[in-house]
């Protein structure tokens, strides 16, 4: 199975790099473009010399893209809205305060108690006080939470970790410098 996934990945990536190199083409010749006109505006659009859309930045590209589509697909599968399903994710690793949440989430106050009303309307959180502090209160997800979550990201995590253990330790050690030398290129755009 994880050979399948491995081929499947590697299909994906293909399609994505002929789709790239189709989005290259120069509309007015209708031809693909010789080597030095593609080169010339890939660094164009990047405002990097040389950039070359190779293989791995198309997947990359593709990846991101996808990771984008994930959270708003799986919230409006599961009825939620996409700051209830980031919630719930934040929620599994432990109770957190609500202004904390709104933190989290990059949000108001207001909007964060909005998001855990609704959270508790479902049966999803609930709001407890706080064990070291009683005047404040802490919001604490359910069996029923977890459920959602974990019953609809459980599919894609199953495959992950299939294509993980395909992975030879040598090649795992190459995709991972890859993988963090990508989210710090990100994230120093973030930061």
């Known amino acids: 199975m994880s050979n399948l996934v ?4 590697t299909k994906l990536v293909s399609d994505i790099s002929s789709k790239q190199s189709d989005r290259q083409s120069p ?3 209708g031809g693909p473009p010789s080597g030095a006109d593609a080169q010339q505006r890939a660094s164009a659009a990047t405002g990097v010399p040389n950039w070359q859309l190779t293989g791995t ?3 990359l590209q593709e990846l991101v893209e996808v990771a984008e589509a994930v959270p708003a ?3 409006r599968q599961a009825g939620l809205s996409t700051s209830e399903l980031h919630s719930l994710r934040h929620l599994m690793r432990g109770p957190m305060g609500p202004v904390d949440l709104a933190k989290v989430l990059g949000v108001t106050s207001a909007a964060s108690s909005g998001v855990v009303d609704r959270l508790c309307s479902h049966g999803h959180a609930v709001r407890r006080a706080h064990p ?3 005047r404040r209160t802490e919001v604490v997800i359910t069996d029923s939470g977890r459920a959602e979550v974990t019953a609809r990201m459980r599919p894609m995590f199953v495959a992950l ?5 395909s992975l030879t330790d040598d090649e795992r050690v190459v995709v991972e410098r890859y993988l963090r030398g990508a989210t ?6 973030v930061t």
């Open 132 to 134: 070291d502090d009683g």
């Open 6 to 9: 491995t081929q499947k990945i």
């Open 73 to 75: 697909v799986v919230a």
């Open 161 to 165: 970790a299939e294509l993980d253990a």
């Open 27 to 29: 509309p007015d010749r």
């Open 57 to 59: 930045l198309s997947a």
């Open 184 to 189: 710090a290129a990100m994230h120093d755009l």
